[in-house]
């Protein structure tokens, strides 16, 4: 009998570690991070606190990160007009490439990539000057000065993400676009009638607006994800380094999850 309980006890043990371990850990995750939403509402209500660090959060994001959003786009434009060009068939009109590249970097590659490159420049930085407030319990110190963190730290990186990256993407699609039309022009045979042709064919205001939903919903989750990594830091050099690699992922997992669920809600209103 004790040669049968086991292996019993032994498989339990592994399905409990394969199976309901990982749905447990999944289930309080998404309890703490509900609680740390709730705690950021309640924080709203202290503007004294977050608004003096709201312009300083918003250079930190927008401004500082303009380089990079500006390199990105002028290449991912580039690399449109390039592909779209050389893979055309014989007697397509060449002010295809024009609505292609607009549709390209306003619908999809302006937000998500800018996105993208920011949960991986803001989102480090967020996490890991959070984290390191906590491990070096400067965070404990705000609140013997009652000072509330979460108001201190948190709120205000979330309502710049929520500000500058629809900025930052109206910023890229202007950029991509733009390259896009000098790369046509000057490195192919497409004509400057022929591609603003184009980029003019079809065009919706909501088109726009799709853009800059993605771009704030982004924004959003990078500053809210990176911020709570940050925030619940384990002790140590360690644990900074482990909580920003966790939000990079987590943050641009989310970014692409939100990019499908936009475009499988919203795509079939863009046929305008």
């Known amino acids: 009998m004790t040669a049968t309980a086991l292996p019993e006890g032994g498989a339990f043990r592994r399905a409990w570690d394969v199976i309901a371990r990982p749905i447990l850990e999944f289930f309080n995750g998404v309890g703490a991070r509900g609680y740390f939403l709730r705690e950021i509402l309640r924080a709203l209500g202290e503007p004294g606190t977050y608004l003096p660090e709201v312009v300083k959060q918003m250079r930190a994001i927008g401004v500082d990160s303009l380089p990079l959003a500006s390199l990105v786009a002028a290449f991912i434009g580039s690399v449109i007009a390039l592909q779209t060009r050389y893979q055309l068939f014989p007697g397509i009109q060449l002010s295809v490439i024009g609505l292609i590249a607009r549709q390209m970097v306003i619908l999809e590659l302006g937000p998500l990539l800018t996105g993208l490159v920011l949960a991986g420049r803001v989102g480090a930085q967020m996490t890991a000057e959070i984290g390191t407030m906590r491990v070096t319990e400067q965070i404990d110190a705000l609140e013997t000065l009652a000072f509330d963190p979460v108001a201190y730290l948190v709120v205000p ?44 064919l079809g065009f919706s205001q909501f088109q726009v607006f799709y853009s800059l939903l993605k771009a704030l919903m982004f924004g959003g989750a990078i500053s809210f994800l990176c911020s709570y990594e940050g925030y619940v830091t384990g002790a140590g050099a360690e644990g900074v380094g482990r909580s920003t690699a966790r939000a990079v992922v987590i943050a641009s997992i989310w970014i692409l999850v939100l990019d499908a669920l936009t475009a499988a809600v919203l795509a079939p209103y863009l046929q305008a």
Request: proline fraction near 2%.
């Open 157 to 200: 990186r979330i309502i710049a993400g929520l500000i500058m990256l629809p900025v930052l993407t109206v910023y890229a699609d202007v950029i991509g676009i733009g390259f896009s039309f000098l790369t046509s022009v000057i490195v192919t045979d497409v004509h400057t009638f022929d591609f603003r042709a184009g980029l003019r």
